[in-house]
């Protein structure tokens, strides 16, 4: 039975990822800062497989004690625990650009190579984290959030490089407009929900379980050539740009 670890697993498109490896027949580890959410998914999940840890990412002392707590080292490791503060550029105050930067680029780091530690002597193991399509490009009034999700993008290609010849991957995924998580509150209004789904190519927002497919697709036998790579998982939008803007052919 492989064993994952999801950061950030006890609500939205985490808890989606932990489900669908459950349904796999991986034991599921999930770690989450949210100590009511925490308590609450164990017995959501009605599994005797999963696990429930309170941590933050960002703590290293807490992520060091909580692979202590797992005992094995996990097989998977999916670094999806993030924020984002919205707010113009100018207006941000450090301390919360700083934040967004020590849980959404500090906290992959302290997990990924706590993990590769534990994962080395096995010789064998499998990171996958979560960036977005705001690796890529701006959006508005995203703060920090773009950056540390480029950063991530470029942390993983740095450990694939380096870790590979021990048997070890390290991948990330790109999610687009997500119906779920942290967007909930966006797609709540149904003008903003009806032109950002329009504007997929594939004509839908994505779900959380779009995005669960994909860390199981990479972490099968199937993706196990995989290394060092972003997947896009957005229906088509970042490179549908053009889309809705006129053109006269001819
Ligand atoms: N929802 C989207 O539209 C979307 C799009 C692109 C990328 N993403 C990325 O997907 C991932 C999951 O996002 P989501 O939409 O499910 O968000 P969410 O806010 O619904 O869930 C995030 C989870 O991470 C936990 N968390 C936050 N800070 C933490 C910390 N310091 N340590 C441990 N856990 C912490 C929260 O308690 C929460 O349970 C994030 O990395 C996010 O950037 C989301």
Do not use: W
């Amino acid at each position: 039975m492989k064993f994952a670890l999801v950061t950030g697993g006890a609500a939205g498109i985490g808890a989606a990822i932990a489900n669908a490896l459950l349904g796999k027949g991986y034991r599921v580890a999930v770690a989450d800062a949210n100590a009511q959410a925490v308590h609450d998914f164990g017995p959501s999940a009605a599994s005797q497989h999963v696990t429930a840890h309170h941590c933050d990412v960002s703590d290293g002392d807490a992520v060091t004690s909580l692979f202590d707590a797992l005992g094995a080292a996990p097989d998977l490791v999916v670094n999806n625990a993030g924020i984002v503060r919205f707010g113009p550029l100018a207006d941000i105050a450090i301390a919360d650009f700083r934040r967004v930067v020590e849980v959404n680029l500090m906290g992959v780091f302290a997990v990924t190579s706590e993990a590769v530690r534990r994962m080395l002597p096995r010789g064998s193991g499998h990171v996958v984290s979560l960036t977005s399509i705001n690796a890529y490009g701006p959006g508005p009034g995203s703060g920090a959030y773009p950056a540390t999700k480029s950063a991530v993008l470029q942390l993983m290609r740095q450990f694939a490089m380096e870790y590979g010849p021990q048997g070890l991957r390290f991948n990330s995924i790109a999610p687009g407009f997500i119906d779920g998580g942290m967007s909930t509150p966006i797609y709540a209004d149904p003008a903003v929900r009806a032109v950002r789904s329009a504007g997929v190519p594939l004509g839908r927002l994505g779900l959380p379980e779009d995005i669960a497919n994909a860390v199981c697709f990479l972490d099968s036998a199937e993706g196990g050539y995989i290394n060092g790579h972003d997947l896009v998982v957005d229906g088509g939008v970042t490179h549908a740009v053009l889309k809705n803007l006129p053109r006269t052919n001819g």
